[in-house]
């Protein structure tokens, strides 16, 4: 009998060894995923673990804090913010999108399709490009709030947004807004005050060049030098003035000025051309045309020429001496992504092209990518007179002109005349010439006429 106590006390003390160690074994891997570093520490596997299960609840309360923290910021926040799930419903937004998308008794407990909320196509592309491109994406639109009491639809005030979609996971997005409506109006503040100068100073400019051109021929040779350098800054001051103006001009409602009509815009380019055909001869710079014989759209005549005038007169002044400056007309078919057959015209020359710091801020107005890099004035050009016969002097009054500082509009007036015409302008640098890389695509399609 005691042999058998003692066989059984053995076989009890194994399987209780054979336990013992198996839980030290899970509680070592619990420890080691909740806290590696106590596995070095000379405690027991229960101490161990007491001690994981405590930094454990400590860290828990910390991302609790954490949480309640970004819940309160993203609740306060000066912008807005709003969630969808996969399926485009609503998951959460905070009070001011409620403000920026006019959102009244947003509930976040039942989730909602965001168009049955917003009623804004703008913002359900913005959401989809985000998915699809699963990247940060960025728009801006004129939102136009839906009141469902036609009382209050006067009250209902339109306001310029821009939008920020970020992807998350499971097929989430998260969209950061903010109202653009202080910078839209600093921008009208300052175009207004730039459109009153411009109308100032038209008069006593114009007043000064007709003085000077009547004391030209009145004076000494010696006099006569210094009325000439007065009457070119005077030009050149007249046409910085009107490059404002017409820019003031194709800001406010510009395809509603725009007068279309059906126009060959091979012609019109090759008029460009020999309009500045003077200043390309001194250099002899020439023009390589590659394209169809015939390419008839609708647009305004008069200022589609004054944006092909402004981009020959930038490519010839940085080229240098027996170039080309290759122009390419061609139509580029609908497919899935336009509809719409698009007209693509590419301006290339062999210059030092931009700096790559410079690109996204060419067409900014007033911006100059370096010293070097002058714009003429363009004496002699009345976009009001929408006759090109009105053009044909151009060519004596640009052949005469000297070099003046630039004025940086010559680019912004191009990239306002393609957008009046549904356009797109972009600059690059040409990967074979190494120039200025200038192209517009315009949509060749009939432009409403707004009123």
């Known amino acids: 009998m005691n042999v058998g106590f003692?066989?059984?006390?053995?076989?009890?003390?194994?399987?209780?060894?054979?336990?013992?160690?198996?839980?030290n074994l899970k509680l070592r891997r619990i420890v080691q995923q909740l806290r590696p570093d106590l596995l070095s520490l000379p405690f027991s596997s229960t101490s161990r673990l007491t001690q994981a299960i405590a930094a454990y609840q400590q860290a828990h309360r910390h991302l609790e804090q954490d949480l309640q923290d970004l819940q309160y910021l993203i609740q306060v926040a000066p912008i807005g913010f709003l969630q969808v799930d996969e399926d485009n419903q609503l998951l959460s937004c905070n009070p001011k999108a409620c403000e920026l998308l006019s959102?009244?008794?947003y509930q976040a407990t039942t989730p909602r399709l965001l168009l049955e909320l917003v009623r804004s196509y703008e913002l359900d592309a913005l959401v989809e490009e985000t998915r699809q491109a699963q990247k940060p994406c960025q728009s801006e639109w004129l939102f136009h709030p839906v009141n469902a009491n036609f009382t209050k639809l006067s009250q209902q005030q339109s306001r310029p947004l821009r939008g920020y979609g970020f992807p998350l996971a499971e097929g989430c997005i998260a969209i950061f807004l903010e109202s653009r409506e202080e910078t839209v109006k600093l921008a009208q503040q300052r175009d207004r005050w730039i459109s009153d100068v411009a109308h100032e100073l038209k008069t006593p400019l114009t007043s000064i060049r007709l003085v000077a051109e009547t004391l030209q021929s009145q004076v000494d040779s010696s006099g006569r030098e210094w009325i000439g350098r007065l009457l070119q800054e005077t030009i050149r001051l007249s046409n910085l003035v009107q490059d404002l103006l017409d820019l003031n001009q194709l800001q406010s409602h510009s395809t509603a000025r725009l007068t279309c009509k059906l126009i060959d815009l091979v012609p019109l380019i090759h008029s460009a051309w020999l309009s500045l055909e003077p200043l390309a001869r001194v250099k002899?710079?020439?023009l390589d045309y590659i394209g169809p014989d015939q390419l008839v759209t609708q647009g305004d005549e008069a200022w589609l020429y004054r944006a092909f005038i402004n981009l020959f007169d930038n490519s010839i002044k940085y080229s240098p001496p027996h170039q080309k400056i290759q122009v390419r007309l061609q139509l580029q078919s609908a497919?899935?992504?336009?509809?719409?057959?698009?007209?693509?015209?590419d301006f290339i020359d062999a210059g030092p092209g931009f700096p790559d710091s410079a690109l996204p801020f060419v067409f900014e107005r007033f911006y100059r990518a370096d010293p070097s890099r002058t714009r003429h004035g363009i004496a002699g050009f009345d976009p009001k007179s929408r006759e090109p016969s009105s053009f044909n002097d151009f060519a004596t009054a640009t052949s005469s002109r000297q070099s003046g500082n630039s004025t940086g509009l010559g680019l912004a007036i191009v990239k306002h005349i393609v957008e009046a015409h549904r356009g797109q302008v972009s600059a690059s640098n040409h990967p074979e010439t190494g120039g200025a890389w200038l192209q517009i695509r315009l949509p060749q399609s009939q432009i409403d006429q707004e009123s």
């Not at 059984?8 to 198996?22: N, S």
């Not at 497919?335 to 015209?345: F, N, R």
């Open 103 to 105: 959102l009244q008794n």
């Open 6 to 23: 003692l066989l059984g006390l053995g076989v009890g003390l194994a399987l209780f060894g054979w336990y013992w160690l198996r839980l």
């Open 284 to 286: 002899q710079v020439q």
């Open 335 to 345: 497919v899935e992504s336009a509809p719409i057959p698009e007209i693509q015209l």
